[in-house]
């Protein structure tokens, strides 16, 4: 089988399948291929939208357990039925995956199911449930990303596994060892927690959360602690075995570790593998990552590529936003991304979202800047809902007032940034945000204050 597309995608993640409905709604003859049944991506497949399930379902069991009688509210024999809660999260992905498949017919795009591989100028080969050779005018590669691991870590997709097995596990684990204190490994080592796991976090860096604004990332390293988690940093892990039921950790200059289960959250790196890249001119850096310029184009001409196969945030709106402005730019020569205006949040409890950037950036940077700050503590909706703990913090530059981060650990984090993103995106000052009248109760509040405290004028702190 042979078909002519003007572009052909490989890979049906959130950035694929993003761009491929843009190309067609700019008049396109579209083709996406995709080796998963399910398309999504690992984002839906077994990254963000499972693992949110996960997170809320879990959040619930630990508050009927532990918060709900602070309220008045008696719930007797609370128990966890885990198989239910995996078919809740099953069926949300597959009711999203239904959603992307109806959206590929909607636009007309044609659909192969296997594995994409550029075979010259213009030629992807497709291998698997749907073999074809598809010639296309443009080619773009949205294959993501895979977990990484480190040497001595024997990763047998069972006891010791990535965040892939993480959240399909059959039983909870006695005890969990998490190794990496980023992101996924917070985030589900929290799922397993509040199901019942003793949890240990081994983190290389003598802090957690690397990259988060530094007073963001201490917080939450107490808040989390006073939860439950057990952090070990500074640990340098030199192997993780898995014998039966029980896995080994070992640690450089420490006592090994013996528990039943290892989730190995160390990063991830790109997917390249068997793309033909090499035989179409497409080249990458030491770490794997295509070479793209501003439009998203490899060093073959007619081969472009987003996600986080080109590196930089692996944050699935982050590809979503390059899908976009990667097709636009072929279709009309104009695209575009701010960069240092991407929000970033993590779902633990509390939530911490960022946009823009950091304390550390700026000192690094010798950018001046005045901060203001603003607890929860103090805000009447936190208190009236139990959410207390956090706070916001605005970074604007000291001689124009201009808002250049915004930094949120707190109940709702990942949805107050985007009134701070939405408000960096026009330029705005501090004191624009100041000046904004804010409803309340709400927690919005926090981010009046946290603006009006950079001129240190906050009113209720």
């Known amino acids: 089988m042979s078909e002519s597309f003007d572009l052909i995608v490989v890979g049906a993640g959130p950035g694929g399948y993003v761009a491929a409905i843009r190309a067609a709604q700019l008049g396109m003859k579209v083709a996406i291929i995709e080796r998963e049944q399910k398309l999504g991506g690992t984002c839906l497949r077994v990254g963000c939208i499972p693992s949110k399930a996960l997170l809320e379902t879990s959040e619930l069991f630990e508050k009927s357990k532990k918060h709900f009688a602070e309220r008045g509210l008696i719930v007797s024999d609370v128990a966890l039925d885990l198989p239910q809660m995996m078919k809740h999260k099953d069926g949300v992905v597959s009711q999203l995956d239904m959603g992307i498949q109806g959206l590929m017919k909607k636009n007309k795009i044609e659909r192969f199911f296997g594995h994409g591989r550029l075979k010259g100028k213009g030629v992807v080969e497709v291998t698997g449930n749907s073999p074809a050779t598809l010639t296309g005018k443009k080619i773009l590669i949205a294959t993501g990303s895979v977990a990484s691991s480190l040497p001595g870590i024997q990763i ?57 604004d530094e007073q963001v990332a201490n917080e939450a390293k107490k808040i989390f602690e006073k939860q439950g988690l057990v952090f070990r940093l500074g640990a340098k892990v030199t192997s993780a075995t898995a014998s039966g039921a029980v896995c080994t950790v070992t640690v450089d200059g420490a006592d090994p570790i013996t528990c039943d289960r290892v989730l190995v959250a160390v990063g991830r790196k790109p997917c390249v593998e068997n793309l033909g890249l090499e035989d179409a001119g497409v080249q990458t850096d030491k770490r794997g990552f295509i070479q793209v310029n501003a439009a998203y184009q490899s060093t073959s001409p007619d081969v472009y590529a987003i ?107 990942g949805e107050l940034i985007h009134e701070a993103a939405v408000a960096m995106e026009f330029g705005a000052s501090s004191e624009d945000i100041a000046r904004c009248c804010h409803a309340h109760p709400t927690l919005s509040e926090a981010v009046k204050e946290a603006a009006m405290a950079v001129d240190k004028r906050a009113i209720h702190s």
């Open 156 to 212: 047998d997709g069972d006891r010791v596994g990535t965040s892939t097995e993480a959240l399909s596990w059959p039983e909870v684990p006695k005890h969990l060892v998490v190794i990496g204190a980023g992101v996924i490994g917070l985030e589900l080592g929290t799922v397993w927690r509040r199901l019942g796991a003793t949890v240990t976090v081994l983190e290389y860096l003598p802090r957690i959360l690397p990259g988060v």
């Open 307 to 413: 996600g986080d196969v080109i590196g930089g945030a692996m944050l699935a709106h982050k590809a979503e936003e390059e899908g976009v402005a990667c097709i636009e730019r072929m279709a009309t020569g104009y695209g575009h991304i701010n960069y240092s205006n991407i929000p970033a949040v993590i779902y633990t409890q509390p939530e911490i979202a960022s946009a823009g950037a950091n304390e550390d950036a700026l000192k690094a940077a010798g950018v001046k800047y005045r901060a203001g700050k603003f607890n929860f503590a103090a805000n009447g909706r936190a208190r009236a809902a139990g959410h207390t703990e956090g706070f916001v913090k605005i970074l604007a530059d000291e001689e124009t007032d201009r808002v250049l981060g915004v930094h949120i650990i707190g109940a709702h984090a």
